[in-house]
Each structure stands twice: as C-alpha cells, then as structure tokens.
C-alpha cells in the first residue's frame, strides 16, 4: 500500500475550497464565491484522514507523521 498525502481546504460552511481557488500573498480569497480557507485537513490512498487544522502546515505534519508510523 502506497501512502501518498493529500491536504484539502476547506471554506468556513464545511465545503471544499479547491486548489483553482486563488489566493493572494496576504491570504485573501480572489475567485468570486470563496469565503476563505477555516480548515485543512490531510487524507492519505490508504482511507486514513487527519483531525482538522487551522493552517496547510500543520495538516501537512500530521499526513508526514502517519506516512512514517505506517511504513
Ligand atoms: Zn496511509
Ligand atoms: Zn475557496
């Protein structure tokens, strides 16, 4: 089984903010419908989903650290 991470974000209401959404350096949303990024949670091939976090980083972390205890 490969173990291969993926991060998703999501908008405050819960819906998946994808990746065409664009953002500027500052973090504001650019495309016209996106309320922003609240949640991001990390998901890997093998059904395994990380607990939500505030920031891409730190559900990043989370998805290295599962690939690591798994192998
Ligand atoms: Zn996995
Ligand atoms: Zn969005």
């Keep these: ?22 953002y500027t350096t500052g973090n504001r949303p650019l495309t016209a419908g996106c309320t922003g990024r609240s949640q991001f949670v990390a998901s890997c091939d093998c059904a395994w989903t990380g607990t939500p976090s505030a920031t891409k980083g730190y559900a ?12």
């Excluded at 490969?2 to 999501?10: C, G």
């Excluded at 990043?60 to 192998?71: C, I, K, N």
């Design 60 to 71: 990043a972390e989370m998805g290295r650290r599962h690939r690591t205890a798994a192998r």
């Design 1 to 22: 089984m490969r173990h291969s991470i993926a991060v998703t974000a999501y908008h405050p209401d819960k819906t998946v903010c994808p990746p065409d959404h664009t």
